[in-house]
């Protein structure tokens, strides 16, 4: 009997979770054309060089960015130099957790390890229950996750976010589900023009949006439409709103184009790792998807680095390439043990081997750039 009384509440609690998980929330009905993009910010000309800063997507990878980004303000400061000031930043999927405080500059590298170096599954966020999967929209529930970022956009840090925008902007990139967009949402104007709890909710909703890897993680609705990964069209990108900043001196031929560096960061290998597909639905699947992500990864950087060729600016990438050991090569050798597939990524002992491996490439190397096309 009471088994029975069990199984009876079990299945109407599922259907009550698949009732609210499956609809969309009231009113999140997706316009024709979509206007939360961004706004267009009145900024001062620039007066000098360009430097902007773009972040790939990688899930765990991202320790690599954190940890060349660290390495990267040793370098210059082993120099007697400052790391140079990012007038835009860029980024997707972990890009776009790292891209405020990058913009922010060297004060929140430290912010920056402590979010990524060493961090585990266990810290990111939590499994769902069984017995609700089939009623969920994703497999993990972000919410850890989710208030660390929260705990690091303190009113501090959204003020110096909204001082920027003046001259500076941030943006992070996701794809708009029902339209099938990739669309650029700017941080900087919510800072400077929202009250601090409303400013870091509307971040935090799109910082989420941009790193919310399908079925992995669940949607944001924003403006009705529903957002997840930027990574699934776009794995680097340029915002439309930068390319016309940066371009527009060039118009007058009176007038000198601004001397522009566009520095991007690659949280992961350029190239696919070689491994023994597992002939099963979930073995195939998980390589599908990594082949496809890498083939995304490679086509966007190419995009980027062909615009800057076209324009005359500089274009300067690195990626984790050399921070994997390869199959016959100990990890001791000063390379990570690469992990046995990208759902095993998040581990303490990778994220704090790749965030050191990322801060020796920007330090030690004689030169940390790469400049050819991927």
Request: charged share 20%.
């Amino acid at each position: 009997m009471r088994k029975g009384v069990a199984a009876v509440l079990t299945l109407l609690l599922s259907l009550g979770l698949s009732a609210c998980v499956g609809a969309r929330p009231d009113g999140a009905q997706c316009p024709v054309q979509d206007t939360t993009r961004y706004t267009q910010t009145a900024r001062a000309a620039p007066s000098g060089p360009i430097n902007i800063l773009v972040l790939s997507g990688g899930g765990a990878w991202g320790a690599y960015g954190a940890g060349f980004l660290n390495g990267w303000s040793e370098r210059y400061a082993g120099l007697g130099m400052a790391r140079p000031q990012f007038d835009a930043v860029t980024g997707v999927s972990t890009g776009a957790i790292i891209a405020p405080f990058a913009l922010l500059g060297r004060d929140y590298d430290a912010t920056l390890a402590e979010a990524f170096r060493g961090v585990s599954s266990n810290g990111l966020f939590r499994q769902r229950a069984i017995a609700g999967l089939p009623f969920w929209n994703s497999l993990k529930d972000p919410e850890p996750m989710r208030r660390a970022i929260a705990a690091a956009l303190d009113d501090r840090a959204l003020d110096r976010l909204a001082a920027a925008t003046k001259r500076r902007a941030l943006f992070v990139g996701a794809v708009n589900f029902d339209s099938g967009a990739f669309t650029e949402f700017e941080l900087t104007h919510l800072a400077a023009t929202r009250p601090h709890d409303e400013a870091r909710e509307a971040m935090l909703q799109r910082i989420m949006a941009a790193s919310a890897v399908p079925g992995f993680f669940p949607p944001q609705f924003i403006g009705g439409c529903m957002y997840m990964d930027g990574a699934v069209r776009e794995n680097v990108f340029l915002a439309d709103m930068i390319k016309t900043a940066i371009g527009a001196p060039g118009t007058d031929k009176h007038v000198q184009k601004p001397e522009v560096t566009i520095y991007t960061i690659v949280n992961g290998p350029l190239a696919p790792r070689p491994a023994q597909t597992e002939n099963t639905l979930v073995g195939v699947g998980v390589r599908g998807f990594e082949l496809a992500a890498n083939q995304i990864q490679r086509d966007s950087l190419r995009t980027i680095h062909d615009y800057a060729a076209q324009n005359g600016y500089r274009f300067l990438w690195t990626s984790a390439e050399n921070a994997i050991a390869k199959a016959d090569e100990k990890p001791a050798s000063g390379r990570c043990a690469a992990p046995a597939s990208i759902t095993r990524q998040f581990s303490a002992g990778f994220t704090a081997c790749l965030f050191d491996a990322g801060k020796a490439q920007a330090t030690a190397a004689p030169n940390p750039w790469r400049s050819d096309r991927p």
